[in-house]
């Protein structure tokens, strides 16, 4: 059965950083392309950013340049850094695999940028 361990949400003001982790149990994680996904109030979840199993990355324009999608295999844990955060970055943030599989989505984990 995978699991996925969230950690690294909470509460930033505007500008500024957070790191959210996602480790993952089982055998999925080395050999998948996997991606961060967020859901705002009232809004449909989006892609974040993305991450190829070998570590190439593609971001939504609304995070380019301002976060860094990273992934340790040997660790089977994925990083999201998120720079100069904005307040409509507050969501919840989910990670799964590219395409997503329904089984996988989890809790997330809660980021909050106050206006």
């Known amino acids: 059965q995978v699991q996925l361990v969230y950690s690294g949400g909470g509460l930033v003001q505007a500008g500024g950083s957070l790191r959210l982790s996602c480790e993952v149990s089982?055998?999925?994680?080395?050999?998948?392309?996997m991606g961060w996904y967020r859901q705002a109030p009232g809004k449909l979840r989006e892609a974040v950013a993305v991450?190829?199993?070998?570590?190439?990355?593609e971001y939504a324009d609304s995070v380019k340049g301002r976060f860094t999608i990273s992934r340790n295999n040997a660790k089977n844990t994925m990083y999201l850094q998120m720079n100069t955060l904005k307040p409509e970055d507050t969501a919840v943030y989910y990670c799964?695999?590219?395409?997503?599989?329904?089984?996988?989505w989890g809790p997330g984990t809660q980021v909050t940028v106050p206006s």
């Open positions: 089982g055998s999925i994680f080395s050999a998948n392309d």
């Open positions: 799964n695999t590219v395409p997503t599989n329904r089984d996988y």
């Open positions: 991450i190829t199993s070998a570590g190439s990355a």
